[in-house]
Every structure is written in C-alpha cells, then in structure tokens.
C-alpha cells in the first residue's frame, strides 16, 4: 500500500505514509538520515524508506495489479537494493535515473514495488519496474499511490489507491506557497488507512533538513529530528 508525495513551494516537502500488514517495522534515526526498517526473515532489519543528510528520499509502494513484468531477470537491479543505495548514498539520483532509463531495474517475484525517489533540489523519479520511468524536474506537487502512472485507473484493484491519489491531489491544487509541514501532516492523515494499516507518517522537511514522523496514525505525537 502507501502513499507517496512531494511538494515544492517556498519549502521542498516529502510526505509518506506507510501501510503495512503483519510485517514488523521500526524507525531508527541515524547519523545517515532516518530510516524505516523491515524486518526480513533472512536479511534481518532491512533500511528501506525515508529520508538520508543528503537530502535524498525513498519511497516504494507496491503496484496493485501485480505486473509480470516485473519480474527478475538476468542483468536487471533489483528495486529494493536499489533504494537502499540512494537512501545509504552510495548511489545519486542521477545514477539511478540512468540504471532505470536503461529498463535496468525489477522488482522481487510476485510483487510489483515501484520507486518514489526525490533528490535535495526536489526532482522526482517514479520506476515502475517493466514499464517504465517518469523523471520530474522539480514539480510543484505529485502524488504516488499503488497504482502504475503508466496505467492510471485503466486496470482496478481494490488495493490500487485511487481514492487516496484523488484526495491528496485535490487537497494539494488547493494549497498556497507557505504550503508547510503541518500542512503535508493534513494530507497525510486524509489519506491514512485502517484496513491496512497507516504505521508511519513521516514529513520530510528538506529545506530545513529536518524529518518529521508520527506512528500508528498518533497525529499528536510527532517527533523530530534534524538532519
């Protein structure tokens, strides 16, 4: 599930939630960034999401329908691993703009992941492994759920998030250039879940260099941490 957006007005906002089910998380701020970690059965806790000192941030929601094309394939990255070089800066965007141009990049068996990637300058990068990339220099706001941008409401999925990506968009053509964190929060929780679960909301102040997160859809405790 999740919902992914960015926002670039007098301030460069990165929103997240993430919805997870049954899957063991946590939130570990770090002298890289702050990161939310999933526990993996073989891996352990894996850094997947968030925000590094660079001001680099990953999101990856999963695309609902599943596409086959995104299957591993000899010579291709897989996205995973892939977000996990941008968020540990061992990769730039730029490099990992070039890897996905070339359709070097899938997904994990039976799951399409896509990636929401964004850069301290506020440049986006969408990766639909199988389908494509959508590079955006700057935008002023867009918006990632778990449907292909490729494919919009072409296919229907009951997981899909084509209320959350209608409710984000028209709360965001709304908003003014003071557009700030508590404003992104305001997103954020219109677009939180219960069925799966909204566990984190995280704002990522990248101007100021600074996260903002909250748990379990706890809007009144949100913690902070500079970068």
């Known amino acids: 599930m999740c919902t992914s957006i960015i926002s670039n007005h007098k301030k460069t906002l990165v929103g997240w939630n993430l919805d997870l089910l049954d899957m063991e998380y946590r939130v570990r701020p770090n002298d890289l960034g702050v990161f939310i970690e999933i526990k993996d059965r073989t891996e352990g806790w894996m850094p997947i999401f968030g925000a590094n000192k660079r001001g680099d941030f990953v999101g990856m929601p999963a695309c609902w329908p599943y596409d086959d ?11 995973i691993h892939l977000d996990i070089d941008l968020l ?8 990992i703009r070039d890897i996905a141009e070339r359709g070097a990049v899938s997904s994990i068996p039976g799951v399409t992941f896509m990636g929401a990637l964004s850069d301290k300058d506020g440049n ?14 700057r935008p002023q706001y867009k918006v990632m759920t778990n449907f292909s941008p490729f494919k919009m409401d072409s296919e229907r999925h009951p ?8 409710t984000a968009n028209a709360l965001l053509a709304t908003k003014t250039d003071d557009f700030d964190v508590s404003d992104m929060f305001e997103v954020l929780k219109a677009t939180s879940q219960t069925v799966c679960p909204t566990v984190v909301s995280m704002v990522f102040d990248v101007t100021d260099n600074r996260v903002y997160w909250c748990e379990n859809r706890n809007w009144d405790d949100v913690r902070n941490v500079q970068l």
């Open 88 to 95: 540990m800066m061992k990769k730039s965007l730029a490099e």
């Open 69 to 79: 094309r995104s299957e591993p394939q000899d010579g291709r990255t897989d996205i």
């Open 124 to 137: 986006l990068l969408h990766i639909v492994p199988g389908q494509g990339t959508k590079y955006y220099n």
């Open 159 to 166: 997981w899909m998030g084509w209320d959350r990506y209608q």
